[in-house]
């Protein structure tokens, strides 16, 4: 196996899960999401991961999935807003296909509705986001290899514009 086609990084709101979903029908092959993952092995959400066992131990699940999801799946991953910024997720996902989906705050307020269960967007919702972004964008921008703003696409927009982007697939006309 060679690893997945794509991986999208990017902040709440971006529209990574959606967006890989479009990606992988258009390129015949499946999405998988990292957070998803983490919530199927401990049968928890992320919110009750961090309110009852703290931000810590939900990172530790988090670099857990995203080192499988990189090592057995073959379609499209969506990886969780800041798992990029732990070392040991960062040295994996550098050099891959990876494609980062930016979003305008505006945007990501309307899309994630910022009263949703977030752990780190619970305590004023866009200062924390602005805070999220201003540490993990340059991170975001050092390990992929495109960059799509997502604010003003749909998801299958979005989508070819990564799949161009990563040279899967040559523009529309």
Do not use: N
């Not at 990606?23 to 199927?40: C, F, I, N, P």
């Not at 004023?124 to 201003?134: I, V, Y």
């Not at 003003?152 to 514009?161: R, V, Y």
Request: charged content about 20%; glycine content about 10%.
């Amino acid at each position: 196996m060679t690893g997945p086609v794509a991986v999208l990084v990017g902040p709440p709101g971006a529209g990574k899960t959606t967006v890989a979903q479009v990606l992988a029908a258009r390129l015949g092959v499946t999405a998988r999401d990292t957070d998803a993952d983490v919530e199927a092995s401990t049968g928890r959400s992320i919110s009750d991961i961090f309110i009852t066992s703290g931000e810590a131990a939900f990172r530790d699940l988090e670099r857990a999935a995203v080192a499988r999801a990189l090592a057995e799946h073959d379609g499209v991953v969506a990886v969780g807003g800041g798992a990029p910024l732990d070392p040991a997720s960062r040295e994996l996902l550098a050099g891959g296909p990876v494609a980062f989906l930016d979003v305008a705050l505006a945007a990501a307020a309307r899309r994630v509705g910022f009263d949703a269960p977030r752990p780190l967007l619970l305590d004023s919702p866009r200062a924390a986001w602005t805070r999220l972004m201003s540490a993990r964008r340059p991170v975001y921008t050092e390990i992929a290899q495109v960059t799509v703003d997502t604010t003003d696409l749909t998801p299958d927009e979005a989508a070819e514009a990564v799949a161009v982007g990563l040279g899967l697939l040559r523009p529309r006309p």
